[in-house]
Nanobody
Framework: VQLVESGGGLVQPGGSLKLSCAAS????????AMWHRQAPGKERELVAR????????TYADSVKGRFTISRDNAKNMVYLQMNSPKPEDTAVYYC????????WGQGTQVTVSS
């Protein structure tokens, strides 16, 4: 079982960045998927969640209207489109999926700075 994130990096405030997560080794399309993040010195927090079909999404209040979670079950992929990021969005972003959220990726660093 693997979840592999990619797409992190340095982005300017107000720019955009798209994170990707590739899933393998389990029935990805049967489960919801989530993006979490953890900033230095802070607890890990849930950023966005998407249902198994992709028909339902929820977001943390801090990112609502700026971030969009999506998935492509044919490709076993889940994405996080980050628009108008702010310096406070700087964190390591983790992909999470599987039964009761059993599987985690290794994380990808996102730094929002001018």
């Amino acid at each position: 079982v693997q979840l592999v994130e990619s797409g992190g990096g340095l982005v300017q405030p107000g720019g955009s960045l798209k994170l990707s997560c590739a899933a393998s080794g389990f029935a990805f399309s049967r489960y919801g998927a989530m993006w979490h993040r953890q900033a230095p010195g802070k607890e890990r927090e849930l950023v966005a969640r998407i249902s198994s079909s992709g028909g339902s999404t929820t977001y943390a209040d801090s990112v609502k209207g700026r971030f969009t979670i999506s998935r492509d079950n044919a490709k076993n992929m889940v994405y996080l489109q980050m628009n108008s990021p702010k310096p406070e969005d700087t964190a390591v972003y983790y992909c999470n999926a599987g039964a009761q959220g059993a599987y985690w990726g290794q994380g990808t660093q996102v730094t929002v700075s001018s």
